[in-house]
């Protein structure tokens, strides 16, 4: 779906963001092909650039 949004659209990034302790959302993030950019205490912050 990512891969769509960035061919059919002006989007230039993805953002997202998860709890620290939610392993499932971490890796379909990974699996997207986000990396992370940022934490603090509760959340860890993904992206995906074109």
Do not use: C, H, P
Request: charged share 30%.
């Amino acid at each position: 779906m990512i891969d769509w949004v960035f061919d059919q659209t002006e989007v230039k990034a993805v953002l997202a963001k998860t709890d620290l302790t939610n392993q499932a959302s971490i890796r379909v993030l990974e699996k997207a092909e986000l990396i992370q950019i940022g934490s603090d205490d509760r959340y860890i912050m993904w992206e995906r650039l074109k």
